[in-house]
């Protein structure tokens, strides 16, 4: 089984540009999350879909972070307008659709450097 | 929302010795408590569950329990060994039906075993 996949794996930006962050969870798991990890750091929740609904997006800076999932499948995550203080690693993971399925598993992250 | 705090955030052990982390929650709906470890520049990896229903799981050297009542739970690693070394983070939720399904991390803690 393939596990979940994310690109790009690195992306280095100046303030002020865009960047968009792509991922394909494991086939057939419904719930999909986006964290933020800063350097030594925890994983911090930024949005969770299951399917192509948002259930939590308390945690998304609404102003300049945007996340869809259109089709239930794969999941864009874009920042507008980055700032110093976005470097982190974004990672997603996801979870199967079973009740006693609690396990999140995590893709590869994509680790963002804001010059 | 749910708050985990988790301690040390440092800890250095000999080989060969046991390893112990401990976190504490706040919401008493949270039911399910996993364990991810994460090495330098890779993903967390899931190493150990438990859920609410019980007090102690253990997995080869790994040991968990939970204290349902004082809101903690704890990591035992006996027998450590240099590949033990990594980031550690615990985590809580209430993955119950209309539950919040999402997982708040402890700040994390650096485990180095020293030969």
């Known amino acids: 089984e393939a596990g979940v996949t994310q690109s790009p794996r690195y992306a280095v930006l100046q303030e002020g540009q865009a960047v968009s962050f792509w991922c394909d969870p494991i086939?057939?798991?419904?719930?999909l999350y986006w964290y933020q990890q800063p350097r030594d750091q925890g994983p911090q929740l930024l949005v969770y879909?299951?399917?192509?609904?948002?259930?939590?997006n308390s945690q998304l800076p609404s102003d300049r972070f945007s996340a869809v999932r259109p089709k239930g499948t794969n999941s864009t995550l874009k920042i507008q307008s980055a700032k110093q203080g976005d470097t982190a690693t974004y990672l997603c993971?996801?979870?199967?659709?079973?009740?006693?399925?609690?396990?999140?598993?995590f893709g590869p992250g994509t680790r963002l450097l804001v010059l | 929302g749910e708050q985990v705090e988790q301690l040390p955030s440092i800890l250095r052990v000999q080989e060969g010795s046991s390893a112990s982390i401990n976190c504490s929650y706040e919401?008493?709906?949270?039911?399910?408590f996993p364990w991810y470890k994460q090495e330098p520049g890779e993903n967390p990896k899931l190493i150990i569950d438990?859920?609410?229903?019980?007090e102690r799981k253990q997995i080869q050297e790994l040991i968990v329990l939970l204290d349902k009542k004082a809101k903690r739970f704890s990591l035992h690693i006996t027998d450590t060994q240099p590949g033990d070394s990594a980031m550690y983070f615990c985590?809580?939720?209430?993955?119950?039906?209309?539950?919040?399904?999402?997982?708040?991390f402890g700040q994390g803690t650096v485990l180095s075993v020293i030969p």
């Open positions: 086939s057939g798991h419904d719930t």
């Open positions: 919401d008493s709906a949270s039911n399910y």
């Open positions: 879909f299951r399917d192509e609904a948002v259930i939590d």
């Open positions: 438990i859920r609410s229903n019980m």
């Open positions: 993971a996801s979870r199967g659709r079973l009740a006693n399925q609690d396990t999140q598993y």
């Open positions: 985590a809580a939720s209430d993955m119950a039906t209309g539950g919040n399904n999402k997982l708040t």
